[in-house]
């Protein structure tokens, strides 16, 4: 990109460059928590007005997407892929590993599904 000589940085950050993904218009900090969330909204919203016609159902749910839903699914999508709950706890930054075991729902739902599949009919 051409902003990374001027900030003076490199095309490819090193592993151990912990200076901010998204940066200021200044170039030198991170931009805050609000303003992510604020063009998250922007940008759902306007994905939601561009599908409204077409999809109104699916434009009303995207209207409620936030950072939070985002990290929510992410977490979520985590755990049906496996990966260990010390792991998604760390991802989530919940300090309790209770609060994580909320995002396991899906593991409840293939036990509900398999008990389904039973038939007493026989």
């Known amino acids: 990109m051409f902003w990374e000589p001027f900030l003076g940085l490199t095309g490819i950050p090193e592993p151990d460059d912990l200076s901010p993904m998204l940066r200021s218009l200044k170039g030198t900090a991170g931009i805050s928590a609000n303003m992510v969330y604020r063009i998250v909204k ?15 159902v699916s434009a009303a749910k995207l209207r409620k997407a936030s950072t939070h839903w985002f990290r929510h699914t992410a977490v979520t999508h985590a755990d049906d892929a496996g990966v260990n709950l010390k792991y ?6 919940h300090e309790k590993v209770e609060t994580t075991a909320i995002y396991q729902h899906a593991e ?3 036990w509900h599904d398999a008990w389904n599949k039973l038939s007493y009919d026989r």
């Open 42 to 56: 922007e940008t759902v919203t306007a994905a939601a007005d561009v599908i409204e016609e077409t999809a109104p």
């Open 88 to 93: 998604l706890q760390a991802s989530a930054r």
């Open 108 to 110: 409840d739902h293939r």
